[in-house]
């Protein structure tokens, strides 16, 4: 195999995986590319050594890795999500006066790419380059709730998922949580993921219409979301999420 064929191979490969929104695997991947299963395999193997791709957890899928994640959200390119993503979060902060950020999907990860802090004396922890289990957090939680009926099932009966039942995130009400999420279109959560901080957030779908990042807000509870304006803060998120996404819709068009 010559060094072009394996580039072309391995391109082939990330680009069944970027397009499935639950992990693409071995035999599916094989499958659309045509390529032996063996030498799927073998790719694969070394991919996710180099965390390109990453293994989700108890579906024997794959999705993109944190390695990629990382590369794209440190391009500079005009056309790079976060930089498109960025002058909307900066207005987000101004309307809302507290801490915003983007959040993309890594495997069973929300993996946050961009954060702009409130200019309140008391702060959040910034969590830009950070990892998140999708169940404990808004983004996460937004992305969970874009999955397949088959594939958030597959998540959810997972032995991780058993373990975090018994403390953070107890499965009949994660459940509910996701069907309103679904229903209503944005994720709030409260001193779920931390003591005394709530979030809101709500999806960046690209012209196909998949779900590829996520923008929230968040901010002490005692202060955020300030009394009876939690509607109004869910409202601002979302019409910034669709900014962002009208934004990538005229990109793709010219």
């Known amino acids: 195999m010559s060094s072009m064929q394996l580039v072309e191979r391995v391109f082939a490969m990330l680009r069944v995986i970027a397009a499935s929104s639950s992990g693409a695997t071995l035999t599916e991947t094989a499958r659309q590319t045509r390529l032996p299963k063996s030498t799927v395999s073998r790719i694969f193997s070394t991919l996710e050594a180099l965390n390109v791709v990453e293994r989700v957890a ?39 006066g507290e801490t915003v950020a983007l959040a993309l999907p890594a495997g069973d990860n929300a993996y946050v790419v961009d954060q702009i802090n409130s ?46 039942a018994k403390s953070a995130a107890p499965q009949k009400k994660l459940r509910a949580a996701l069907a309103l999420v679904r229903a209503q279109g944005f994720a709030w959560v409260a001193e779920e993921f931390e003591q005394g901080l709530t979030a809101v957030a709500a999806p960046v779908r690209n012209p196909t219409g998949k779900v590829v990042a996520a923008v929230n807000a968040f901010g002490p509870s005692f202060r955020f979301p300030a009394r009876g304006r939690q ?19 005229q990109m793709a068009h010219g």
């Open 58 to 96: 108890d579906s024997g899928g794959f999705t993109i890795g944190k390695g990629i994640v990382a590369l794209v959200a440190q391009m500079p390119h005009a056309a790079n999500l976060v930089a498109v993503a960025h002058p909307y979060l900066q207005e987000l902060n101004e309307t809302l």
């Open 119 to 164: 200019d309140h004396a008391i702060q959040v922890r910034d969590w830009t380059g950070v990892q998140i289990p999708m169940y404990l957090q808004s983004t996460g939680r937004v992305f969970l709730a874009a999955r397949s009926d088959l594939a958030l099932e597959r998540y959810l009966s997972a032995p991780r998922m058993a373990y975090a």
């Open 231 to 249: 509607q109004l803060a869910a409202q601002a998120v979302v019409a910034t999420a669709e900014k962002i996404a009208a934004r990538l819709q």
